[in-house]
């Protein structure tokens, strides 16, 4: 079983940066991708970031320049370091790890930017 869990959310103001973590316990696995997704209130999830097991990146167009994600590998974490936040930005932020068979999600953690 893996457990991944996500931290670092809270308040900010506009302009200001924040960075989530991804962290996994469990047995260990290999994922293909990891992903940092976003819910906003009355809004459908979107994908924000990606990072491939290769190391390769890629972003939503919204986030494109004011965000980026990273990994320890020797943690096995991965990091979505957010700057120049905007009140948009407000939502939950999910991260998903995928096997390419399984995927597997933690509980989210709010992030909310006040103008």
């Known amino acids: 079983q893996v457990q991944v869990t996500e931290s670092g959310g809270g308040l900010v103001q506009a302009g200001g940066s924040l960075r989530l973590s991804c962290a996994a316990s469990g047995i260990f696995v290999r994922f293909a991708a990891i992903n940092w997704y976003r819910q906003a209130p009355g809004k459908q999830r979107e994908l924000v970031a990606t990072?491939?097991?290769?190391?390769?990146?890629n972003y939503a167009d919204s986030v494109q320049g004011r965000f980026t994600i990273s990994r320890d590998s020797a943690k096995d974490t991965v990091y979505l370091q957010m700057n120049s936040l905007k009140p948009e930005d407000t939502a939950v932020y999910y991260c998903?790890?995928?096997?390419?068979?399984?995927?597997?999600w933690g509980q989210g953690t709010q992030v909310t930017v006040s103008s």
């Open positions: 998903r790890r995928s096997t390419g068979a399984r995927d597997y």
């Open positions: 990072i491939t097991s290769g190391g390769s990146t």
